[in-house]
Structure formats: C-alpha cells, structure tokens
C-alpha cells in the first residue's frame, strides 16, 4: 500500500524544491538565504545545488511546474510573494497534479492495482468512481463470504448456479455490476465460489437486477436461489414483497411489467417454462443484506 502523499514526498518535492533552489541561486539569492527562504537547511540547499538529489525528468519538464517555480521564484526575490502564498500555490498545483494527472501516473507505477482505472481519476475525491467501485466489490465479497459460512446454503443453489451481484449508483449496464466470474456451485453440499468479484462477468443476475432498477427499484444488489412456492411464502411471512415474473419473455419486458403493478420488490421470481429453470431472485440495499435475506431462508 503506497499512498499518493508518498509520491508527493518522495517524488515531487526533491525535484520541485530542487528546481526553486537552482532558481533562487540563479538570482542571486546566497546559499543561505535560499534555505531561510524554502525553510529548509544550508546542507540540503548544498545537496540541491551539487545535484546530489535525484529528479523526476517527468515534473523537472512539466511546463506547468517550470512556470510556478519560475512565478516563485520571481515573487520571493523581489518580495512580492510571502512564503505563505508560494506554499499555497504549490498545494493547488500539487492536488491539480494528483487528479488524473502526471501524480496520478507516478502513483499508477507505484500501485499497478490502480492502473485498471485509466488514470483519469482524484483519488482524494469521496464520490470518485474508484472508491465508489471498490466499495462495491468490498459489499460483495464480505457477501460472498457470509455465503460460504453459511450452513445450508448450498440447498438453495439452483442448477444453473448462483450470483451474487451489486451495482454502482448510476450503473446502466452490466459492466456497472460486480459479481463472481463464473457462478457459485454446489461442489459436495458446499457452496463453491470460483474467483474474486469482478465487474461485468454476469450477464444473468445483473440484468435482472438493472431491469429492477430501471422498472423503479431501488435495489443495489440481488442473489439468486432456486424456485420453490415453499420458499416464496416463506419470504412474505418474514415481510419481504415478491412479485412474480414472466420468465418466458425478454427479462427487460417481463419485469417492468410485473414491477407495473407493484410498489416495489424486495424478491421477484419466475416458476419456469419450456426450457427454463425457475427462480427467485432475491433483491436488496446491498450484498450484505441481501445475503441475510437469504441466510433467512436456510
């Protein structure tokens, strides 16, 4: 675990603090004057000015940084600019530089992990779409985990396999939905989870669960487990509404047209037909609760 604030210490900074050094010596400023003015010591100003500090070619060419430096530089020696206002445009441009920027980049390097999400996002930003993704891959394997302790649940599996899936806030496709590559398989009674939870590896599950969400449901995850009218009467006694569907049309259709007549679902099921396998597809919040709602039904 490498945090971008160590890239910005052990990257930017040494460079950055290289270059305004070089800067304020070329106008004239003496070694100590430099370091006073950079709150920094005489020796460092030295290892700056004898080039025993490595630097980033990447910001040492980054017009922008080349610019500020300069701006600083400029400001300082002429007593235009306080040390205050020179830290404060550095902190502006360095979170600029955080945001899918060349910081991102470094951090990229430094955590290939991160790379998956194109650079293009502010890793310090609470609605940012890393942490929104990663919070829902978290929801789904603390799900996936409570399945796979849970005695029983394997009996619940149908032929065709479980998913436990969830989505994004704004999710619209099924590339906006994490589930389990593969599915979950009854292997000796034991419910069987093939890989870590993924985005866009369930078609099935997740497109039920967006048909939901586009028919009015606020449901932000679903589990599907097989059909049984024992398992349906024991939803609606523990207070869950379900709602019945054509499983025999487009999903897209069947369930906007069931989910018509209804306030909302908390499980919407389809008792099969030629050539299909019923089942009950079990929907809630999150993974976590939906996979309470099923542990219900062991």
Known sequence: MKFIEEIVVEEFLPTFRSMLAEDLRD?????????????????????????????????LEDERVRELVERIGEGMTDGEMRPVQALVETEVLIRRLENGDVLASL???????????????NIHDPES???????VLASVRRGLRRLENT????????????NLVACTPGATDVDDVAGVP????????????????EFGVSEHVATVLLAARRAGSDARAALNVRYDPDIVERLVNDGYQTVEFDGET??????????SDADDADALYQSGGYGIEPIVYVLGPDAETVVERVRGLV
């Not at 070694?31 to 020796?43: H, K, N, R, T």
């Open 27 to 59: 106008r004239g400023l003496t070694q100590s004057e430099v370091a006073e003015a950079l709150g920094i010591s005489q020796s460092a100003v030295s290892k700056y000015a004898h080039g025993d500090v490595a630097r980033r070619e990447v910001i």
């Open 182 to 197: 593969g599915r979950i398989f009854d292997v000796k009674g034991q419910a069987t989870v093939p890989g870590d939870p």
């Open 151 to 162: 005695s029983g649940f394997a009996t619940l599996i149908p032929d065709v396999g479980s």
């Open 129 to 135: 779409e890393l942490r929104t993704t990663e919070r």
């Open 250 to 259: 487009s999903t897209e259709e069947a369930v906007k047209a069931a989910l």
């Open 107 to 121: 951090h990229e390097e430094a955590v290939p992990e991160l790379s998956e999400y194109g650079g293009g996002f």
